[in-house]
């Protein structure tokens, strides 16, 4: 029997498993945060700010694993503060980083859940589940990742991938950032990965100077220096099956970096309306292996808050945009916009609902885009929808 591919797996994740990534702050909306910032190209003063807002505090869990994640915590600390020492000060939050995804690839196991998956045993359901269970793919993964990084010190975000697969078809993939020395560093938990900067000619790059997601997105492929765990079984199965485990630098459609980023959807159907307006085309936008939620999202439970937009391409020409939500959180005003034009709904209580934006000047040739604003600045406010209707 043929295992399924993490990136595979992790779409059964992404569908029904969303409440791990943000569900627990889905009503517990009373924190404040300041909005999630990228500061790539930012001054000391932003660099400072988002190490304060993305690190966190690590809250005491009462629950059978914390004895292992405080074990884990402390491993790493001294194993990154011995190589620190017989390195450079600097390269301290590199080893922790790095460590610390030595330990995820060890006891959040990728080929442990395919092969709870082939004995159809029990998945696990919650981080701790997974660290006791030894196994988890990208999403489970990552979840662990947060909360050590946590503890360890790390400033981390999340960056999801989405891409149509040639193999797969609709895919996602979910890692981390860290953040150390002015600028974001990207790591790939699933396979022990990732990119180091190019060198000045003749020189070798310090160790712990490695590339963001973008930069390495960015880079053309001869010139991409990927550093990998060779042994690892899942980035092995993925070479032996003749497949690229990392295609979603080059495929990826969709980014969020820190929930900050834009959806794109494509219409999943065309058919004609059979309403007395003979041939009125409708075009349905329905997430398929993809985010299904915009607006001021939480990029983990008690993280910083993110923007996340949904752009709706070649939606044809618009007079109505129908938005079916299945829930949302917090209070605020739902946007839709096209060219310079922009109409807007309040959204004020979780569930179901309908809401449909009659657009007082017809939509031709531009993108539709879709977003979200808190009623209180600074509040997460976001809307989980199940599809988008443009006729």
Request: charged share 20%; glycine share 8%; proline share 7%.
């Amino acid at each position: 029997m043929k295992l399924p591919s993490p990136h595979r797996v992790f779409r059964r994740f992404w569908k029904y498993g969303w409440l791990l990534v943000i569900g627990p702050v889905l009503y517990s909306l009373t924190a404040r945060h300041e909005p999630g910032k990228d500061p790539d190209n930012s001054n000391a003063n932003a660099v400072e700010r988002v190490e304060t807002q993305y690190r966190g505090k690590a809250e005491p869990e009462a629950d059978p694993s914390r004895e292992i994640q405080r074990s884990a915590v402390e491993t790493i600390k001294q194993q990154a503060r011995y190589l620190a020492s017989i390195s450079s000060p600097e390269t301290e939050p590199f080893f922790q980083a790095l460590a610390l995804v030595n330990w995820i690839q060890t006891n959040v196991n990728t080929a442990q859940y395919g092969y709870l998956i082939l004995e159809k045993a029990e998945l696990p359901q919650t981080r701790q589940d997974c660290v006791l269970q030894r196994a988890g793919i990208c999403g489970n993964q990552t979840e662990v990742f947060l909360a050590l990084a946590k503890e360890v010190g790390l400033t981390v975000r999340t960056v999801q991938v989405f891409w149509d697969s040639p193999s797969c078809g609709p895919s996602s993939h979910i890692s981390v950032e860290v953040f150390y020395g002015g600028k974001w560093r990207f790591f790939d938990l699933s396979f022990g990965t990732y990119f180091q900067a190019l060198a000045k000619s003749g020189e070798a790059p310090p160790v712990h100077e490695i590339l963001s997601f973008r930069e390495a997105r960015n880079l053309p492929e001869p010139q991409l220096r990927k550093l990998t765990n060779q042994i690892s079984p899942a980035y092995l199965s993925y070479l032996n099956r003749g497949d690229d485990p990392f295609e979603y630098l080059a495929m990826g459609h969709s980014v969020l970096s820190g929930k900050n980023g834009t959806i794109h959807l494509t219409a999943a159907k065309s058919d004609t309306d059979k309403s007395p307006a003979a041939g009125k085309k409708r075009r349905v936008f329905a997430p398929d292996g993809i985010a299904d939620f915009f607006g001021h999202v939480p990029d983990y439970p008690g993280g910083p808050i993110g923007t996340t937009t949904v752009s709706l391409a070649d939606p044809g020409t618009a007079a109505t945009v129908t938005i079916r939500v299945r829930n949302s959180a917090g209070t605020g005003a739902v946007h839709v916009s096209w060219g310079n034009e922009r109409v807007e709904k309040l959204l004020c209580a979780p569930g179901p609902t309908v809401l449909v934006f009659d657009l007082p000047v017809s939509c031709y040739e531009d993108d539709i885009l879709i977003s979200a604003t808190p009623t209180t600045f600074g509040d997460p406010f976001y809307v989980i929808f199940e599809s988008v209707i443009v006729e």
